[in-house]
C-alpha cells in the first residue's frame, strides 16, 4: 500500500493502516453505487472514507505509472482549493492499494461535514434570492481562481448559513482541474451539467454571463448547445450499448 497522511492528522495514521481491511465490516453508509463512500468515528472525530471502484485493466496501467489515481487526486485537489481559500472537507489520507505491482484500488480520507448539498433543497433556488445570487457569485469566484470542478452537479456544493451570508463549499473534486485566466468557453462549458432543468439551467447562465459582463443570450445559446450535443451522445452510448445486450 501507499499511504499518505496529512500532518495536520498524523494521530489517525494507525486507523488509516487499517482501513482496507475493516472497510466492509465497519463504518455508516452514506453512499453505495459506483462508489462507496462510509462515515467512521475515530477518537471522537467523524471522518468520511470514499473507496473508489477498482478500474479498468487500461486505467490500472495509467494509475500505475501516468498520472494520479483518483484517490491521489482527491488529496492533493483538496490541499490546493485549501490555498486558494476555497472551502471543502479537509482532506485526511489517501491509500493506494497494488496487485502483482499494478494499481488497485484507492481511497480517500476527509473530514465529515453535515452541511447539506444544494440539489436536495434545489426548490430555494426559486424562493431564496439571496442563495441564487450567493451561488453565482460563487461559481464567478471559482473561476476567477482558476478553479474547474470535474462535476458541477449541485450535489456536489455544500451551503450553509454565517453570520447572516450564505457560505459554500465544494466536495468531490478529483475530476476537476485548475487553469490559469480559464476562458469564456471553459467557464461557460462548466456550467453545463449545474442541473437538467433547462429553465434553471438558462437562469444560471443568463445570471452568471451577466457578472462576467457576457453577453446573456449568447451565453445561454451556448450551453444549450453543449447540452445538445452531450445529450445526443448519451442516447446514441445507450442505443449502442442496448443493441449489443439484444445481439448477445
Request: proline share 3%.
Amino acid at each position: 500500500m501507499n499511504i499518505t497522511v496529512n500532518p495536520s492528522y498524523i494521530s489517525l495514521e494507525r486507523f488509516i493502516r487499517t482501513l482496507p481491511e475493516v472497510f466492509l465490516t465497519q463504518g455508516i453508509m452514506l453512499h453505495d453505487k459506483r462508489n462507496v463512500v462510509k462515515l467512521f468515528e475515530m477518537d471522537g472525530m467523524q471522518v468520511v472514507v470514499k473507496r473508489y471502484k477498482v478500474p479498468l485493466f487500461y486505467q490500472r496501467i495509467d494509475y500505475t505509472w501516468f498520472r494520479p489515481s483518483k484517490a491521489k487526486r482527491a488529496y492533493l485537489f483538496a490541499l490546493r482549493l485549501k490555498e486558494l481559500g476555497i472551502r471543502t472537507p479537509d482532506p485526511i489520507a489517501f491509500i493506494e492499494c497494488k496487485r502483482f505491482g499494478f494499481f488497485r484500488q484507492g481511497y480517500f480520507v476527509s473530514t465529515y461535514t453535515t452541511h447539506p448539498d444544494i440539489k436536495s433543497n434545489i426548490s430555494l433556488l426559486d424562493t431564496d434570492t439571496q442563495l441564487f445570487d450567493g451561488l453565482i457569485d460563487y461559481f464567478v469566484f471559482l473561476h476567477s481562481e482558476g478553479f474547474l470542478h470535474g462535476d458541477t452537479n449541485l450535489s456536489n456544493f455544500l451551503f450553509h448559513k454565517e453570520d447572516g451570508r450564505y457560505e459554500f463549499e465544494v466536495i468531490d473534486v478529483n475530476r476537476s482541474c485548475f487553469k490559469d485566466h480559464p476562458a469564456k468557453e471553459d467557464c461557460l462549458a462548466n456550467l453545463m451539467r449545474v442541473t437538467r432543468d433547462r429553465k434553471l439551467s438558462s437562469r444560471i447562465v443568463s445570471a452568471y454571463a451577466f457578472r462576467r459582463g457576457w453577453d446573456a443570450t449568447e451565453s445561454v445559446a451556448y450551453v444549450n448547445h453543449l447540452i445538445d450535443k452531450y445529450e445526443r451522445k448519451r442516447k446514441a452510448r445507450k442505443f449502442y450499448k442496448q443493441r449489443v445486450k439484444r445481439q448477445g
